[in-house]
Nanobody, 121 residues
């Protein structure tokens, strides 16, 4: 199973970016999908998560600016980021939690490779 993230880049403050992350491989189902970010010298923090039914949870710092969504048929999660601020600069990682694989008794957690988001002031 692999998670491939895309959509990062350099944007001016106030701009927008849309991140995508597609999970591929032998997957039966995925429970929660989400985005985390890690700025230089800081820990990795939750940005937003979404359940299979569409329930969402956001970090306070991004509420009202970021929107997480998913396409269950494509095992893909998105993060629409608007009104970006320099403090949003970080490497963004996608996450798939509770991944059920055919024929295996356990649930797995997978991380994407990270995509850099840089917001200039």
């Amino acid at each position: 199973v692999q998670l491939q993230a895309s959509g990062g880049g350099l944007v001016q403050a106030g701009g927008s970016l849309r991140l995508s992350c597609a999970a591929s491989g032998n997957i039966f189902s995925i429970n929660v999908m989400g985005w985390y970010r890690q700025a230089p010298g800081k820990q990795r923090d939750l940005v937003a998560v979404i359940s299979p039914g569409g329930s969402t949870n956001y970090a306070d710092s991004v509420k009202g600016r970021f929107t997480i969504s998913r396409d269950n048929a494509k095992n893909t999660v998105y993060l629409q980021m608007n009104s970006l601020k320099p403090e949003d600069t970080a490497v963004y990682y996608c996450n798939a939690d509770g991944v059920v694989r055919p024929g295996l008794p356990y649930e797995y957690i997978y991380w994407g490779q990270g995509t850099q988001v840089t917001v200039s002031s």
